[in-house]
């Protein structure tokens, strides 16, 4: 399995605009952040999890042809808002699948009504297939994959685990239960804003908590503040078997 990560930014990217924050104004690639997502590839099938406002950018730079749909955690603007540039795949493959929580169809549907219409579309307008996700295991492919249940403060999120790799975003509470599909890990990717406290998100404190709950193998951290500071010093401080992620990073599990 190979798993690229397209953006690793939080919801306005870094750097943000207009800012002159030094993490913003930095020059090293790593510093940069698209918003968050993730291409999950294995024996010739490609999912993307999460679909935000640089999903066209994102979908160039890892120089992805086709897809065999787009996995969603939930429906926030910055997970969501690309939704529009799956186009040119549906061009070229037809109805492209999508897999959401119902509460997240629910908001997509409201964003994006003249692509699930039932009336007559207005010309170059993509179809989708939709398949609600609820919280037991189901089917991508030939693999089963597992959601994780959490609260992104009072928002349900789904996280999802794929074999030996988990990739969970926008958690703030995560029941012991949860945490239990989540033993023997080869990979844990989990989100990490910022150093200091957030009523959303894990901080980098609660993050490496969470990891040493579950234990995995490696772990690498995403959804990523300008405030969390500059890439390579973050690193430095990290335990040696948990990364700092970066766009266009690339792990096999």
């Known amino acids: 399995m190979k798993v690229t990560f397209l953006g690793t930014g939080t919801s306005q990217g870094i750097p943000i605009i207009g800012s002159t924050h030094p993490v ?3 020059k090293n ?3 940069k952040r698209l918003r968050v997502s993730v291409l999950v590839e294995w ?18 730079n890892a120089n992805v042809s086709k897809i065999d749909g787009i996995v969603f955690t ?18 070229k493959q037809g109805d492209i699948d999508l897999y959401a929580h119902k509460r997240v169809f629910k908001a997509l549907k409201k964003r994006f009504d003249y692509i699930f219409t039932s009336k007559e579309k207005y010309p ?15 089917k991508l492919g030939n693999l089963k994959v597992t959601p994780i249940d959490g609260l992104h403060y009072k928002l349900q999120v789904f996280g999802f685990r794929f074999k ?21 890990l080869e990979v844990l990717v989990i989100n990490a804003l910022r150093e200091e406290p957030h009523m959303s998100h894990f901080n980098l404190e609660e993050a490496l908590n969470f990891i ?14 300008h405030h969390m500071g500059f890439h390579d010093e973050v690193q430095q401080k ?4 948990v990364f700092l992620a970066y766009d266009n990073l690339q792990i096999t599990i």
């Open 212 to 225: 040493n709950k579950v234990k995995p193998k490696r772990a690498y951290l995403t959804h990523i503040s």
């Open 124 to 138: 170059g307008v993509p179809s989708v297939t939709s398949h609600t996700i609820k919280n037991k295991p189901f």
């Open 29 to 31: 690639p790593k510093d």
């Open 238 to 241: 990290l335990p040696e078997n």
């Open 43 to 60: 024996d010739g099938y490609v999912y993307v999890i999460d679909c935000g406002p640089d999903f066209r950018q994102q979908m160039l």
């Open 164 to 184: 030996d790799f988990a990739y969970l975003t926008d958690m703030k509470t995560v029941a012991d239960e949860e945490i239990d599909k989540l033993k023997s």
């Open 24 to 26: 913003c104004l930095s």
């Open 74 to 91: 939930h429906e926030h603007a910055d997970h969501t808002m690309g939704l529009d540039d799956i186009r040119p795949f549906f061009f």
